[in-house]
C-alpha cells in the first residue's frame, strides 16, 4: 500500500532530557523520522523540551514546540496545530506514556487524531508481567519457568521442580518488587522466603528459575502493514544475562549460535511480533539461552524503537527510524528501496561482513559512594561502537574510542596484581573484557574465567589469543618486528601505542607509526553497504582495518574534517553532536566537502546521510591521523567536538596540520591558569584570587594565603571532575589527597570562592576581522558553587545592572580579542556586588551553544562554523542574521538521574551531574518556572 | 594450540594470487569461486550439494565459532571443492558442537585457506564475474597455480547432477502418507527432512531414473531437487520431467529442478553474471503480495523474455533485481522455486509451499 493520503499533518513526540537509560538516541531516531516524513510532503509538528536536539531545529520539523512533554502541553500543542496523526514510537518511553496517557482518556479519538506506529493496547500486554507471560504461553514461546508458593514448603518442593537454586523470589503484590531477589545459596533460602511471604499482603511468592549467567541475545525487527516482518540486526551480549542490555559489552551479529539455533530464534521473535496487535514499525525481542542445555527462553518485548534500534542501524546501515516513520504512514517493506545501495530492496535481512562491538560509557567517577556493580538497572550514560573486521579488532577500537586513557584492550601498562584482578571479576562490573585480558595474562585458564564470568567461551578464546601475540612480542625489539607480525597485530585492533609499550625496547608511538609506514603496514577504509559487497553502494560511510583495498574513493573537493565529540558523558553530551552537525552543515554551505570522524551510534552526526563522508572512527590519534593521511583535508574543526576532539590540538598542530578556527597555541593559553591571569591583569581584568600547587603541603600553603572557602580543583578536567570547596586546611589537604589517588601528576588550582557570588555563562563568536557577537549572557540561580551545567540559567540575566552588563560584555569582548579566537567562546564570570570577576576562559564551543540557538531562534553553531571557514560576522549582521527573536526569558534547567544512583547523596557542588537539560520560555520572572528554582537555590549547595 | 600455521594460497584464473594460513586438509583443489554472505550456517552451504565442485568463499569473517555436528549437514560430506575464510577459530563454543570445523573438514579431506581479504575478492567478483580458482597448500608457486585455475574445466555447459546424485532408489521415510518421488539431482537432506516431517512417505531416486521406474512406486507427487550445474545440458532430465508433466501428477521443482521444469515447459534459462548466494534475499509472492525472506544459491536464472502466459505465470519475483524466483505451471499441475523454501541454512518463511504442494497432491488423489 502506498503513503496514507488520509493524514497531511504529524505530530511527532520526542523524548525529552537526556536521562540514564533514555538518551540521545531518540535525538537520531526522531530526526531520522522528522526527515524522511517531510521528504514524503508530510507537514511535521515537534514537540520536545530538549534544546539540545537536532530534532527541534528549524531543519528538522515544519513545526517545533519547545515545551515540557505533559498532558496538558500536548493537548494544548494539538488544538492549536490539528494534525491528522500522532506518531508516538520515535520518542522512547516518554513518547509512548504520553500516547498512551491521552489515549486512555479518550483524547486521540476525540480529536481525531490517529495514532500511527504503534498499537496502544500491545504496549499494555507487553508492560504487565502476568498479561505477557499468559500471551507467551497462548502463543507456544518458552518462558523462564516459575510457579507461586505458599508456604516454606511450598516454596522448597517449586525450587526442587525447577532444578534447584539459584532461584529467584518475587512477593505478590509489593511496591517496587520489594522483598524480591536471588536466593543463591541453602543458607539464605528460608530467610528469603519467609521474609517474602511475610511481605506479601496475600502471603504467597513468586519463584522463578534463575536466569542469571545465561547467554543474552536480542533481534531488531521491522514489520509493515500486510504483516511482512524481517530482522534487521542480530545481537549477541558479550556480558551474561543479569546485567542490563544498556550497560552489556555486546557484538553483532551474533557469534556463537548454529542457524538452526538463529532460526528460531528468529522464527519466535517473528511469532511474538505478530502476536502484539498489527501496528506498523519497529520493535525489539530478548532472548536467554541456557549454556548448560542450550533452552531459549523470551525475555521481553518493546514495541518501538529503542537504543539498540540505533545501534543496529549503526551496525548494519539499515535506517532503521526512516524506515519505521514511512511504514508507519502507510508504505510497506516492498515498496521500499535500501537507501544504501539505492538499486535493491529495502524488504531484506542486512548481511554484514565486519564485526561490531558496543561498549556502554560510564560515570561513576562522578558519584561519590555509588554502588558500582552491573545489575539489571542501567547505569551507564553514553556509548560507543566500533567497527572491525574482526571480533579482536573491533573490541579493541571500541576500547579506544571510550576515552579513558586505554589505548586498546590492556597492553598499555603495568598489569594489575593477580588478587586485584581476580576481585575485579568477581562481579559484574564496567571494566570486564579488560579483566577478562588481565587473568588471562597472569595465566588463569578458560575454564577458571569461564566459570566465574560466564562470558562465552568464544569471545574468552578470541581474548586468550591475544596473550599469545603479546607474549611474542616482549622479547622483540621494535626493529626486529617483521611486517607479517606488525599486520597481524594490526588485524587485532592493537595501537601504535600499545605496540610501542608491548615491544622490548623504549620507543615512541610516532616511532612505531614511522616504523609500520616503512614497512607498508596501513589501514584500508572499507564500506558499510548492508550486503556483504553483494551489491554496489552509494552511501559514504566507512570503518578502517587492516585489509588491502581502500573502497574511500578521494574527491577533488576541497575537503574539511570535523572531529565529533566521542561517547555521550555527564559534562560532554549530546550538546556538542548538536554543534557537529551544524559544523557539517556550515561547512558544506561554505563549498567544502565535510568529513564527520565520530564513534558514538547514539547521535545524529554519525547517521550517514549527514556529512559528505563519515568515518565511524574512534576519536582516537592514530585512527584521526591516518583518516587526515588518507583524505589530505585542508583542516580540522577541533572547537565543536568538546575536549574529546580538542585533545587532538596540539598534535594537529605540531603536525602541521591546519586547524579552522583559534590556533591551538591561544587556546593552549586559555587552558593555562598561570598564563591566563597574566592576559586578564594586562587586560586590567578582575579574577579572583588564586594559586597552584604540585603537593599538599604547596596546596595547603597557598590556601593559607589565599584565605577561605576555597575552591580546589586538578587542571584539565572536564565537567568539573575532582572540584571542591574547602573551608579549612584539613579539608584542602583531604581533598587535594583524594585528587592525587584520582589523578597523579597533576597539577592543582586553588581559586578564592566568591561567596554568595552570581554566576554568568556567555557564549561569543568572534571573527578575523576582530568583530565580536555576544551571542547569549545566562545568569545563574543557584549560586556560585554549583557546576554551570548542574544551575539553572536564565537568557538574558534577570537581576543585574546595566554598569555590570556593560562591563561583562566589555571583558568578553577584550579576552575574544585578546586571544584571537576564530569561531565560539564560552566565558565564565562571577558578579559580587558591582564587581565581575572573570573565571574561565573556553575558545570553543560550550554546552550552551543549543540552549542559546534554541532559545534566541538563531542557528549560532552554524554561523560560528562558517565564521570559522572565513565568513564575517559583518555580512549576517547586515542580513539581520544576528538579531535575536527571544521575548521575555529562557530558562535551561537541568535534568538529573538521581534514580538511578540510590545510594548516592542528592547534592549539588562544582562537580556536575546532571545528564540532561530542558528549555522553558517564560513572560515574565513571576512564571514558576522561575520562582520554584529561585526559592529553592540554595537547597543543594554542597561542597 | 600448539599447531604450526601451514601457508596456503588461493588463485584466480585472471591472475591474482592471494596468501593465507591452510586450514582442514592439506593438499589442492579448485573450482568456480562463488561468496555467500550467510552469517550463520556454513556446515549447511559446505554440504549442500548445489555447491558441488565450488569453492565457496563465506563473506562473513568468523567462520568456525560454533563448530562442526551432523545434524547441520545437508548431505554426507562436504560438496564445496574448497573454502575461503577471513578470520577462521579452530577453537569453537556451542553445547551441541560435536567437533571443530577443522576436525571436520580434515576427516573429509576438505582443503580451504584462511587469513585473506574476502571482501576485496568479493568486489573482484562482484565487478569481474564468476572465475575458476585453485587453492594449494602443496604448490606455493603463483603462475604454476594460476595456471592450474585456468585449465580448471568451466562450470559453464557443465553437467554436475549425476556426480552428486545416489547411485540406488532409497526410502527416506515410510508412512502412510502422500508418497513423494523425489529425483534426486542432488537433493539436500533438508527438503527430505521437510516432506517426511510433514508426514509423507519419502523415496529417493537417482537423477537418471526412467519415469516409468518411479512411477513404479504409484507415487502422489514428483519432486524434482536442487542440485548443481547448467541445466540446459540435461536433456535426459528435460525430457523425463516433460514426460511427467502428461501423467497429471502434481510436480515441485526447487532450484536446479525449476530450471528444468522451466526447460521443459519451453522456457529458456541463462547464465548469471554473479548468481545469488545468501540468506536474506526478498522474495514477493505476486498471489499474496506478502514477502518471504530466502536463501538462495543459483547461478542461473530462468529468462523472464520467455515466460508467457500460455506457459505458466510468474509466482514470485525477486525484490533485489527482479528476477523470476517462482512459477505457477499451465498445461499440468505444478510449480516450481528458485530459493529454497527448506532454508537450512536461513529463514523459515517459505515452508508453506511445501503444505500447498501436499494439498495439490492429496487433491490429485481424487482428480
Redesign the interface.
Known sequence: MPRRTDIHKILLIGSGPIIIGQACEFDYSGTQACRALRKEGYEVVLVNSNPATIMTDPITADRIYLEELTAPSIRKIVEKERPDAVLPTMGGQTGLNLADELQRQGYWEAQGVKVIGVDIDAIHITEDRQQFRDLMEEIGVDQARSQVARSLLEAKEVIQSLGGLPVVIRPSFTLGGAGGGIIWSPRELERKVMRGLELSPVHEVLVEECVYGWKEFELELLRDS???V??IC?IENVDPMGVHTGDSVTVA????????Q??HM??TAIRMMRSIGTFAGGCNVQFGIN????RMIAIEINPRVSRSSALASKATGYPIAKVAARLAVGY???ELKNDVTE???A?????????VTKIPRWNFEKFEGVDEELTTQMKAVGEVMSIG???TESLQKAWQSLEIGYAGLGADRENPSRPSVRERLRRSYWDRTLQIRNAFMHGASMDEVYDITRV???FL?RIRMLIDLEKALQRLRLQDVTPEQMLNLKQHGYSDVQIAWLVADEVSEEEVRQYRLSQNVCPQF?LVDT??????AATPYFYSSY???T?SPISDREKVIILGSGPNRIGQGIEFDYSCVHGVQAVQEMGYEAIMINCNPETVSTDFDIADKLYFEPVFWERVLDIIEHEKPKGVIVQLGGQTALKLAGKLSERGIKIFGTSHELMDLAENRGKFSEILKELDIPFPPYGMARTVYEAVRVAESIGYPILVRPSYVLGGQGMRIAINKEEVERYVTDIYTLLPDNEILLDLFLNNGIEIDVDAVRDADGDVWITGIMQHIEPAGVHSGDSTAVLPPYSLSESVIEDIKKYTIDIANRLEVLGLMNVQMVVQGDMVYVIEANPRASRTVPFVAKATGLPVARIASKVILGAKLKDFRDEGALDSSLKGYAIKEPVFSWSKFPEVRKELGPEMKSTGETIVFVDALTDSHFKRPYEMRNLYLSR | MGFEPQSSKLALADGTVVVGTAIGASGESGGELCFNTSMTGYQEILTDPSYHGQIMMMTYPHIGNYGAHDDDTEAAKPMVSALVVRAFSREYSNLLAQESLHNYMDKHGLVGITGVDTRKLVLHIRESGVMNAVISSTDLDDASLVEKAQAWPSMDGLELASRVTCSEPYTYSDTDGPRIAVYDFGVKTNILRTFAALGCSVKVFPGQTLLKDALAWSPDGLFFSNGPGDPRVMPEAIACVREAMMTGIPLFGICLGHQLMALAQGIDVFKMYVGHRGANQPVKNMKTGRVEVTTQNHGFSVDPDSVSSELANISHMNLNDQTIEGLRFEGFQGFSVQYHPEASPGPHDSRYLFEEYLQMCSKSDFG
Open positions: 500486510n504483516d511482512n524481517i530482522i542480530t551479529p551474533s557469534q556463537t549460535l548454529t542457524d538452526k538463529f532460526q528468529r522464527d549454556p548448560v542445555d542450550g510497506t517493506l516492498d538499486t535493491t530492496s524488504c531484506f535481512e542486512p548481511a554484514i561482513d565486519y564485526v573486521r574482526t571480533f562465552d567461551p568464544w578464546q572499507l550486503c556483504a559487497g553483494e551489491f554496489p585489509e588491502s583495498a573502497e
